[in-house]
């Protein structure tokens, strides 16, 4: 079992910056892909950014390349998620996902943990 606390969310202006944070605890595995997803009022969940767990690799959805930034930190056993340029549209709840395998995917059906998520809105 592999537990995920999410932190950082919050209220911010258009424009503004929050950064998101993944504390992940219980077993460990080598190798590992993590994730964050958001979901807005009324609309499915979908992809924002993964990490391979190498930290080399990542991935973007295209509504957030060049505004967010994930990273990793292996000592800590803790994924960041800096988000900049932040716009209305990025409000919802973000949450934090983890795949056993390292396998790099956009799919939240493919992800085996999940946190509880953190509320982040941004006023426009």
């Known amino acids: 079992q592999v537990q995920l606390v999410e932190s950082g969310g919050g209220l911010v202006q258009a424009g503004g910056s929050l950064r998101l944070s993944c504390a992940a605890s219980g077993r460990t595995w080598n190798t590992y892909n993590m994730g964050w997803f958001r979901q807005a009022p009324g609309k499915e969940r979908e992809f924002v950014s993964s990490?391979?767990?190498?930290?080399?690799?990542?991935y973007y959805a295209d509504s957030v390349k060049g505004r967010f930034t994930i990273s990793k930190d292996s000592a800590k056993n803790t994924v960041y998620l800096q988000m900049n340029s932040l716009k209305a549209e990025d409000t919802g709840i973000y949450y934090c996902a983890f795949k056993v395998m390292a396998v790099a995917t956009m799919r939240g059906s493919d992800y085996d943990y999940w946190g509880q998520g953190t509320q982040v809105t941004v006023s426009s």
């Open positions: 990490i391979m767990w190498t930290g080399r690799n990542t």
